[in-house]
């Protein structure tokens, strides 16, 4: 296992580029959100040029040239996609692009958004439908690639156990798992103990992680909550919340998992920049002295 940093968590942080962030706080990796334009951030722009395109021949060569260069490794990719829209085939074509990019670049997981339209409507069994006939016609044109696609427990749908696990069954590939949120099952209102129940369950289809966390006063941590109760309020530094990470990383070891522990602090609207790059050097000494 080894630490890596969400591109915009970097970002949030005041830092200008990647590679001053990461050097600045001692993490040697990064997960890079790839927008509809198949453009990611880059790593120490150069030229002017702060962004890069994933599908282009030059723009492949320009980023793996800035992680050489940094040392700075490309951890994942991530796109925030929508399988149940009326340009689903175009979400499809983006995710068959991001997984070909991922695969010149060395990157062995891309996440996938569980979130889509008419998740609160439709019947558990056709949201998972729709989802895995989408996640296999990727998987199918992608053969081959060596890249894993990990579908976030995210919103609505993705923090629902039943729909995750019902989900992997549908699709039935090795090459599907999660990016296991370790916050978001917190966030979805789930006592604690219940979410460490389904840490137990998930850890062996883990392909990648996000880690946050949450403090909720004590009467409240066994307790489940409405959807998001007061996060804003209640989202923590990673190395303060209620969730043990240290039980997080056993279950993933035992499960087999080396792959990289992304750190993603959304506390930091209740704190100054200099507060914010403290946390994260905090939560990034935590995370070593476990790993």
Known sequence: MYLSIRDDIVFVAGYQTIAEGCADLGIPAVELGVQKDDTVPAIA????????????????????????????????????????????QEEIDWAVRVVEACSQLGVQALRIDAIMH???????????????????????RTEGSGVDLGIENHGFQGNDPEFLSGLLELVGSPRLGLTLDSGNFYWRGWPLSRVYEIFREFAPHVKHTHIKNIKYPEAMRDTEREIGYEYDRYVSPIHEG?????????LLK???????????????????IEERRENLRQAANFFRAVI
């Open 45 to 88: 722009p150069k030229d002017g040029k702060d962004r890069l395109n994933v599908s282009d021949p030059a723009g492949i060569a320009e980023l793996k040239r800035q992680s050489e260069a940094t040392g700075i490794r490309i951890a994942a990719l991530l796109m925030a996609n929508n399988f149940n829209i009326e340009t689903r």
């Open 118 to 140: 008419g998740e609160r409507d439709l019947p558990l069994p056709e949201r998972q439908r729709i989802t895995a006939t989408a996640i296999r016609e990727v998987l199918d």
């Open 242 to 250: 209620d969730i043990d990470h240290k039980l997080y990383i056993r």
């Open 254 to 272: 035992e499960a087999g998992y080396e792959r990289d522990i992304c750190l993603e602090d959304e506390s930091f609207g209740k704190y100054t």
